[in-house]
């Protein structure tokens, strides 16, 4: 059973935006947060940007600060990242994750703070 469904994926031009999307389904949503990584072929799994699904609280990576936008709807259990001024070096996998409750020692920026992974989706900006 899916529980984190991403899209809004797709090739796009150096300068260009997407708007991913992440729904969840099957059950009572409830997280303490929402987070995006990317990975790159070859690389790790990194930090985008997350929010904390009550005190609505965001987090960027440096990288895309300024750039990017995550949002939520609570009461569509989704959360969104508006990517604007895309470059060459943001070509990933987009995942979304669920930190499904607090943790005392978890970091939001961290991918072992997160319980539930979507599928991915490509995003691709050509130069």
């Known amino acids: 059973q899916e529980r984190l469904i991403e899209s809004g994926g797709g090739l796009v031009q150096a300068g260009g935006a997407l708007r991913l999307s992440c729904a969840a389904s099957?059950?009572?949503?409830?997280?303490?947060?929402m987070g995006w990584f990317r990975q790159a072929p070859g690389k790790e799994r990194e930090f985008v940007a997350a929010?904390?699904?009550?005190?609505?609280?965001?987090y960027y990576a440096d990288s895309v600060k300024g750039r990017f936008t995550i949002s939520k709807d609570n009461a569509k259990n989704t959360v969104y990242l508006q990517m604007n001024r895309l470059k060459p070096e943001d070509t990933a996998n987009y995942y979304c994750?669920?930190?499904?409750?607090?943790?005392?020692?978890?970091?939001?920026?961290?991918?072992?703070?997160?319980?539930?992974w979507g599928q991915g989706t490509q995003v691709t900006v050509s130069s």
């Open positions: 994750a669920e930190e499904s409750r607090w943790k005392p020692t978890a970091v939001i920026m961290d991918v072992r703070s997160y319980d539930f």
């Open positions: 099957g059950r009572t949503f409830n997280p303490y947060a």
């Open positions: 929010v904390k699904w009550t005190a609505a609280t965001e």
